[in-house]
């Protein structure tokens, strides 16, 4: 049994994997995770850097978040899949979406961040921490507060 993961996209063109198991798993419900989505929130993996490849072609987009850092958003460009996403916020860490996952129980959520964007249809687990924005510090330390509560 691999420790890692691999995802593609719509087509195939594009190829991700990844040697470790995500470090963590989030739902984020901000405008621009849902903007990108087609649904009311992405569900993103962090990876280190040096343990995850792509073959294929990835386009980007890039745009400020709240915090001011650059999010560039990956995405297939012959099938418009997002892929993965970057965040000059946090350097050495890559996201892959968990909308990619060959395997999609790879992904197991550990909080929902930007809670308070969330539409009122896209239900969010009551089990799960939930932030009303982004949580200040490590988000480890986050789960863990709110876990023990
Ligand atoms: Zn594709
Ligand atoms: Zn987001």
């Keep these: 049994m691999s420790s890692g993961f691999t995802g593609s996209c719509l087509c195939g063109a594009v190829k991700l994997e990844s040697t470790v198991t995500p470090v963590l798993t989030a739902h984020c419900h901000c405008i621009d995770c849902r903007k990108s989505s087609g649904s009311g929130h992405c569900t993103h993996m962090m990876v280190p850097e040096q343990a995850f490849s792509v073959s294929g072609d990835v386009a980007f987009f890039s745009r400020a978040a709240d915090s001011g850092n650059i999010v560039s958003r990956g995405f297939c460009p012959a099938c418009g899949s997002p892929l993965y996403s970057t965040n000059a916020g946090m350097p050495g860490m890559v996201f892959p979406r968990a909308s990619c996952l060959d ?14 964007r969330a539409p009122s249809w896209d239900h969010i687990d009551p089990a799960l921490p939930a932030v009303a924005e982004m949580p200040q510090g490590d988000p480890q330390q986050v789960i863990a507060e709110k876990a023990a509560n």
């Design 103 to 116: 395997d999609p129980e790879i992904a197991k959520p550990a909080i929902a961040v930007y809670a308070s």
